[in-house]
């Protein structure tokens, strides 16, 4: 049996993630402590809220030294929604907020006139592979392109590099990064734990990272 840590910083509706991993028969430990998270097999950041009132909470519980720790032993770590948010460089939400700068890059707002489209955008979307190929070897090998997933953001990641970016999503005009890669950091805009059998394919998929 696969065990996986998910870190509660008090930002998250854990009951939901922690399901979705036992429904695929994985043991699950709720991590809160910095020794906890560098023993992880495999770990995830999840989270829903606002980028600076997340980075404060786990500055204030003083867990980015466990995960940039747990990143440097080589095993995945998986973050989600705004978990994935706070792996970019830094965030503009209310104000210009340091992140863990795990995967170089920015958190942009949404653009609120984008064809009539909603912010914040909660609804289900295609998720599309952006070239061939790019997705062997990662989480999405068993996912077929062009699958809906299920969104619930305002903001969105823009990594440095487009080789950081996994996937994309159409918002009207915008072409945004919606999942994102680099080594054995990644993370999905979506939440793979309300995405039905496309999210439990991904998530089977992390834990055979």
Known sequence: MKSVSIIDYGMSNLLSICRA???????VNIVTKYEEIIHSDYLVLPGVGAFPDGMNELNSRK???????????GKPLLGVCLGMQMLLSKGFEHTETL?????E????ALPKDELNFKVPNINWHEVIEPSEN??????????????????????????KFEDNILSKTNFGRLNFA???????????????EKSGKNGLRLIESFLEF
């Open 99 to 103: 992140g863990l700068n795990l995967i």
């Open 21 to 27: 991993f036992e429904h695929i028969g994985a043991k």
């Open 63 to 73: 867990l980015p030294e466990g995960i940039h720790e747990f990143v440097k032993t």
């Open 105 to 108: 890059g920015e958190v942009l």
């Open 178 to 192: 919606s999942a994102i890669q680099k080594n054995n950091v990644m993370g999905t805009q979506f939440h793979p």
């Open 134 to 159: 790019k997705w062997l070897n990662t989480i999405f090998k068993e996912t077929p392109n062009n699958s809906f997933f299920y969104f619930v953001h305002s903001y969105f990641a823009q990594p």
